[in-house]
T-cell receptor, first 112, second 115 residues
Framework: AQSVTQPDIHITVSEGASLELRCNYS??????LFWYVQSPGQGLQLLLK??????LVQGIKGFEAEFKRSQSSFNLRKPSVHWSDAAEYFC??????????FGSGTKLNVKP | EAGVAQSPRYKIIEKRQSVAFWCNPI?????LYWYQQILGQGPKLLIQ????????DSQLPKDRFSAERLKGVDSTLKIQPAKLEDSAVYLC?????????????FGDGTRLSIL
């Protein structure tokens, strides 16, 4: 069965530091991959998506993610974190049957 | 464009009571999803509608949960009777279509607490 693993439950980084959030998926065919962000008390907002083509995708708010098929990974990165980036981040995969599977999320804290 | 609207934002009930949530998707979005998000977990799909028909309800606990999308626009999700394990945030999302390349737009959710 398809699954998404986000191995880091909590991450704390200093403001201005770089960020990488890990995501590993289990899916036999070519996945459609997504990163969402959820601020407290709000729904999920799409940051970026990967369907095909260039394995490095750019998203909103200065985020990017790289698809690595050999590692079954789709890690999210940002070169310089801002205090407003503190939120929970979810990785998701869409399969050939148009079903979506979400990871359990990574909570990002940003130190001033 | 207006986003996905959900109400109420919060609901507190006692176990064995019933509760209903409402969702109004983005105008023109044919596909509507209800997710359950338990604290510390990612969203889990409960039911997916395409217009007013059910596409997937394989993870909906049908003995207590029901959902409808009359006229293919608004949707309601009901729980009757509620159990303690139903405490969660219930998220509604919509998309233009069911294909996996269609991004889902989420509402702010309804936080349900069962006493």
């Amino acid at each position: 069965a398809q699954s998404v693993t986000q191995p880091d439950i909590h991450i704390t980084v200093s403001e201005g530091a770089s960020l990488e959030l890990r995501c590993n998926y289990s899916y036999g065919a070519t996945p459609y991959l997504f990163w969402y962000v959820q601020s407290p008390g709000q729904g999920l907002q799409l940051l970026l998506k990967y369907f095909s083509g260039d394995t490095l995708v750019q998203g909103i708010k200065g985020f990017e993610a790289e698809f690595k098929r050999s590692q079954s990974s789709f890690n999210l990165r940002k070169p310089s974190v801002h205090w407003s980036d503190a939120a929970e981040y979810f990785c998701a995969v869409g399969d050939n049957f148009n079903k979506f599977y979400f990871g359990s999320g990574t909570k990002l804290n940003v130190k001033p | 464009e207006a986003g996905v609207a959900q109400s109420p934002r919060y609901k507190i009930i006692e176990k064995r009571q019933s509760v209903a949530f409402w969702c109004n998707p983005i105008s023109g979005h044919a596909t509507l999803y209800w997710y359950q998000q338990i604290l510390g977990q990612g969203p889990k799909l409960l039911i997916q509608f395409q217009n007013n028909g059910v596409v997937d309800d394989s993870q909906l606990p049908k003995d207590r949960f029901s959902a409808e999308r009359l006229k293919g626009v608004d949707s309601t999700l009901k729980i009757q009777p509620a159990k303690l394990e139903d405490s969660a945030v219930y998220l509604c999302a919509s998309s233009l279509g069911p294909d996996r390349n269609q991004p889902q737009h989420f509402g702010d959710g309804t936080r349900l607490s069962i006493l």
